[in-house]
């Protein structure tokens, strides 16, 4: 089956920079890598995504990017606030059997 | 929109206990998930359903059941909680389709067993 590798398990950076979380997957199959987010004591919800289609996908300050030669995946969080402090969670999945894969998160700290 | 709602919020068990978590969802979504949470690890799949009354195993699947008695609610039972057992347990489901594939979590529940 699919596993999904998240490479760094904390990551820190200070306000204004960016942020790279990075992922590697083994299922030459799967087609879709959405990214979460889990805030303190709080629940996991979805920030963005990126399906096989495409290698790069921009939604405001996040950036994710995929290179399915190497079965890898990234999300770019660019000027980092305080607010983006949370463990972040890649994910990747075929559309034809429902499971989704998650990696183990990275915990993703701003420092003003 | 939507809300996926998890009961209990918290649960304290004992030990060989068999402890019952719910999920009920109102998106209408046909696949729905229960994963376990450890601190600071990733999520584990234990059960997920495609469809009412359809069941399949995830990758921790030992020492739980679970039941899709409709499209709108999934179960999750604990068979014989371990004794110092702490976790959170999150509901999630999903509609599967061309374009998208989004999963919505639930706010969890937080089993510890003395």
């Known amino acids: 089956g699919e596993k999904v590798e998240q490479h760094e398990s904390t990551l820190s950076v200070r306000e204004g920079d960016s942020a790279v979380i990075n992922c590697t997957y083994t299922d030459t199959a799967s087609s879709y890598f959405p990214w979460y987010k889990q805030e303190a004591g709080k629940s996991l919800h979805f920030v963005i995504d990126i399906r096989s289609n495409v290698d790069r996908k921009q939604s405001q300050r996040l950036i994710v990017l995929l290179d399915k030669k190497a079965k890898r995946f990234s999300l770019h969080i660019t000027a980092t606030q305080p607010e983006d402090s949370a463990i972040y969670f890649c994910a990747a999945s075929q559309n034809s059997n429902n499971r989704i894969f998650f990696g183990d998160g990275t915990q993703l700290v701003v420092k003003p | 929109g939507g809300i996926i709602t998890q009961t209990p919020k918290f649960l304290i068990g004992q030990e060989g206990q068999k402890l019952t978590l719910k999920c009920q969802q109102n998106f209408n979504h046909d696949t729905m998930y229960w994963y376990r949470q450890d601190s600071g690890k990733g999520l584990r799949l234990i059960y997920y359903s495609i469809t009412e009354n359809d069941l399949q195993k995830g990758d921790l699947s030992e020492g739980y059941d679970a039941s899709r008695e409709k499209k709108s609610s999934f179960s999750l039972t604990v068979t014989s909680a371990q004794k110092n057992e702490m976790a959170v347990f999150l509901c999630?489901?999903?509609?599967?389709?061309?374009?998208?594939?989004?999963?919505?979590f639930g706010k969890g529940t937080r089993l510890t067993v003395v």
């Open positions: 999630a489901s999903s509609i599967v389709g061309t374009t998208n594939t989004e999963v919505f």
